[in-house]
């Protein structure tokens, strides 16, 4: 029997070696002597970032693997999938263009492209011809040029053979499987990773982006039925492209890595070049200006050291108090610092009164914020809460993300929850608490849209068999009750009263004052007495709301906001006329107090003026002059 030729053995692995670089590429950065076809503004950078275009108007840069990649055996279409990392720097703010995308092409010669939002793949004349037999995702920065069909920027999507993308969406994340995305500026200049993965079997194409971590999203941000059999040729490139138009933008390529019929490898991130903005001062690499900074580091360090030395020394035993004994889950000032990124305002609910933790901390309701734990340091109490992921009232009312609208189930679901909140407070625990400072910016929704009362830096408690006997004007113009200016006294009826106002608003969609005279509250009231009051609701709701249910929030809102304290509602009859237990009561006519209204204004006004000059502590915010018109 002939021995086998050795030379067959050397070709065989020669021709597997050949394949496996063909279908699994990797580049942690693209430093000299990688392999890529480049053509138009694309260099690679001495960091090694692969620049596509720079910020000239109207450049084309394109960047290929050199080989050829089969991706269709025998007409069987493989699967393939890509991770890249990319950096988008716009010559000014906001006004970057025009985009770059991930390309399968026949050809690394695109003769005859242009710029602008052809991305230098296409021309006017075989924009969308089937004979061009490209897949392409893009990351779009400029508003496209069709209106109809392209006419948002910031968008990623999936194009076959055109500009026109057959799926596409705005650039957002989500690192776990819900409906809350995170909304991504992708020429913000941070790096941004993408995952692209096509099942050949399935024939569907699927695209993730995300932040800088080793995770991908769970959700895709785009995932589509694709068949990409008859847009594909046997054999085709892998790379990108990019251009500019009349507004401009450097594009990078930080890192990637690419295979046909399996995961493409992680990127090492440690590994990839910084991205252009985040590189050092050209000086930082002058000996003598390194000298100086080594120098100066050293002292500071010493320095360090001495105070943290003498700061151990002079420090005194620490003692604790009852509440804190009752309320052992202390966190560590770092842990802390760390989580609230240095204590941003963002992340704060508010200030809080260190005689009220031992009792404010028991309190647990499913409409409360709940207290998790505390930190002392020096003479800085602070106060841990949950963390609530939607933000306040406020905001999805006045400030939401991305145009977002509360529907009027959410609105109704968002009143019931801080009425429940209240209950608790007013009637089902231990004491008494009276917040104090009931508003939206005070009330946070949670992941599943219900509202969590937060913010007891004002509140005070007393038995269920005592009264109130606080005598200090607190809260927030437009939510504090016209007898409060009298008597000073906190009430359940003044949380009613501010609940008024908050239910006024997130049926109106208005702020409580506004500008001139207006005052949410009188005017709600003036269009009821027309029997117009369902013309006061939010306009962004449109008609999507029952119009009973609207009426019966509004009158509500008007019953909790009457002048008579003693004709408002309780907050268990608020929650039993909001489920519909109850019949509505009927209000007091404006003109009984109209005229007790215009006649107090003047002596409320004057009280207000006395109590502000005297003392900066009578409210959480400026009081000032139209704090007389807060309401009936």
């Known amino acids: 029997m002939a021995l086998p030729n050795p030379l067959a053995f050397l070709f065989i692995f020669l021709h597997i070696a050949a394949f496996s670089v063909e279908s699994s590429l990797l580049y942690n950065g693209f430093s000299e002597g990688k392999r890529l076809v480049r053509d138009g503004a694309a260099v690679v950078m001495p960091s090694g970032a692969l620049r596509l275009t720079n910020t000239s108007q109207n450049v084309i840069g394109h960047a290929f693997y050199p080989d050829a990649i089969q991706l269709i055996n025998n007409t069987s279409l493989s699967s393939f ?33 242009e710029s602008g939002h052809f991305l230098g793949l296409f021309n006017r004349s075989n924009d969308g011809s089937v004979s061009n037999h490209i897949f392409a995702v893009e990351f779009d920065t400029v508003k496209g040029h069709d209106e109809l069909k392209n006419s948002r920027g910031n968008d990623v999507g999936i194009n076959i053979n055109g500009v026109v993308s057959v799926s596409s969406q705005h650039a957002s994340y989500s690192y776990f499987n819900d409906s809350i995305l995170d909304h991504i500026l992708i020429d913000s200049g941070d790096p941004i990773a993408v995952w692209i993965e096509y099942d050949g079997s399935r024939k569907s194409a699927s695209v993730f982006i995300g932040l800088l971590t080793d995770q991908k999203p769970e959700k895709p941000l785009l995932s589509c039925p694709i068949d990409l059999t008859p847009v594909l040729k046997e054999k085709m490139y892998v790379g990108f492209a990019a251009s500019t138009g009349i507004e401009t933008s450097s594009h990078y390529i930080l890192g990637w890595s690419f295979a046909v019929n399996a995961p493409a490898r992680p990127l ?11 590189q050092s001062h050209p000086r930082a690499s002058n000996p003598q200006f390194m000298v100086i900074v080594l120098v100066s580091s050293i002292l500071v360090i010493v320095g360090i050291v001495v105070l943290a030395f003498l700061f151990r020394k002079m420090r005194k035993a620490e003692s604790l108090e009852d509440w804190e004994k009752d ?3 202390r966190f560590s000032y770092k842990d802390l610092y760390t989580a609230t990124n240095g204590f941003k305002d963002c992340q704060q609910i508010g200030i809080e009164d260190s005689a009220e933790i031992e009792s404010l901390g028991r309190l647990r309701h499913k409409n409360l914020v709940n207290l998790q734990g505390w930190c002392k340091k020096n003479n800085d109490l602070l106060i841990v809460y949950d963390y609530i992921s939607n933000g ?10 991305q145009n977002f609208v509360l529907n009027w189930e959410q609105r109704l679901n968002i009143l019931k929850g801080i009425a429940a909140g209240l209950l608790y407070l007013h009637e089902d625990w231990e004491q008494v608490v009276i917040h104090r400072d009931v508003k939206p910016s005070n009330v946070l929704i949670d992941g599943d849209m219900n509202a969590r009362l937060s913010d007891f830096g004002l509140s005070r408690q007393y038995d269920h068999d005592q009264v109130s006997h606080t005598t200090k004007v607190v809260g927030t113009i437009g939510y504090i009750p016209p007898e409060l200016f009298r008597t000073g006294k906190a009430s359940k009826s003044a949380d009613v009263y501010a609940y008024g106002v908050v239910v006024l608003e997130v049926a109106c969609g208005r702020k409580p004052l506004g500008s001139g005279q207006f005052v949410l509250v009188d005017w709600v009231m003036k269009l009821y007495e027309t029997g117009n009051v369902v013309h006061v609701a939010d306009p962004k709701l449109g008609s999507d709301y029952k119009v009973e249910e609207m009426e019966m929030v509004l009158k509500l809102g008007l019953l909790c906001t009457q002048w008579n304290p003693e004709a408002r509602p309780c907050i268990r009859q608020v929650t039993r006329l909001l489920n519909g237990e109850d019949p509505l009561p009927a209000l007091e006519p404006w003109a009984a107090y109209q005229a007790l209204f215009e006649s107090s204004s003047r002596s409320m006004a004057k009280e207000v003026s006395t109590m502000w000059n005297s003392s900066s502590s009578m409210s959480v915010g400026p009081i000032s002059s139209a704090s007389i018109n807060i309401g009936r």
């Open 81 to 113: 999938s890509t991770t890249f990392v990319f950096a988008i720097k716009p010559s000014s703010p906001g006004h970057g263009g025009h985009g770059f995308a991930f390309t399968l092409a026949p050809s690394t010669k695109f003769e005859g492209a």
């Open 268 to 278: 090492r991130y440690s590994l990839l070049p910084i991205e252009p903005e985040r």
């Open 327 to 329: 309320c052992p889950h």
């Open 392 to 401: 306040s009232l406020h905001s999805l009312l006045y400030h939401p993300i």
